[in-house]
């Protein structure tokens, strides 16, 4: 243990409190950098204030709080920052299932979809595609917005083996089949999956900014998303 800790040692405990204060004022003297050093110290210390020209103990106690303060009102707002922001997520998720619900047939509820998908969640591209086979009819919906089965398997259904939303990067000929001529614009994109019994489809959606979709970020909202949609739609479709 070296000196300073020793001091230190015997500066707060209790079975030391007979140590000459010639001692103490030496140490302190010769070490000057000691409450620098042991800032906890300083919080313990109950010392009276003195005036003067040069900082007070108390006036550093005083900062060192003032600095804690700051430091957790500063995660504080940021938790709060959080908090609003999954808030506004939230209702905006929930007022366009209601916009969707109000309508009457599917491709009236896909504009919708597509629309407000990019205004509410400021994205610069949307695609909605629905996947169909034999078995799967697909009533007042033009043929824009479906893609069969095997064309999606050989293009996009690797993208969506899971319920999971997927970010990053789609490869070009993806990239062209969903946004057409739009792909020389998009940096990132997301698929998010929709599966409700016998819907199948995906929301895509594509942004100029690289980093606005990562492999990294939280797909939670993204996957309600998902699943809030496809219950939607699954009404709408025959």
């Not at 905006?92 to 009236?108: F, G, M, N, R």
């Amino acid at each position: 243990m070296t000196q300073t800790e020793q001091t230190a040692t015997s500066l707060t405990t209790p079975d030391q409190a007979d140590l000459p204060e010639e001692e103490i004022v030496r140490f302190l003297t010769n070490n000057v950098n000691f409450f620098q050093q042991h800032p906890d110290v300083l919080e313990t210390l109950n010392i009276p204030h003195e005036k003067g020209s040069a900082i007070s103990l108390v006036e550093r106690q005083i900062n060192l709080l003032r600095e804690k303060n700051q430091s957790l009102e500063a995660q504080l707002n940021s938790l709060i920052s959080v908090a609003h922001e999954n808030n506004n997520t939230q209702q905006q998720i929930h007022q366009l299932v209601i916009d969707v619900l109000a309508t009457q047939d599917a491709e009236s509820a896909l504009h919708i979809l597509t629309d407000k998908l990019g205004q509410e969640f400021d994205v610069d591209h949307v695609a909605v595609r629905l996947f169909a086979d034999k078995v799967y009819t697909l009533d007042h919906i033009d043929q824009a917005w479906v893609l069969t089965s095997q064309s999606a398997r050989e293009t996009l259904d690797d993208f969506t083996p899971s319920n999971e939303p997927l970010c990053g990067r789609l490869k070009t000929s993806q990239l062209k089949r969903l946004f057409g001529d739009k792909v020389d614009s998009i940096a990132s994109s997301v698929i998010i999956p929709l599966r409700k019994k016998t819907l199948h489809g995906i929301i895509a959606f594509g942004s100029a900014d690289e980093h606005r979709f990562n492999p990294g970020m939280d797909t939670l909202y993204l996957k309600r998303l998902g699943e809030l949609t496809a219950a939607a739609l699954l009404r709408l479709i025959s």
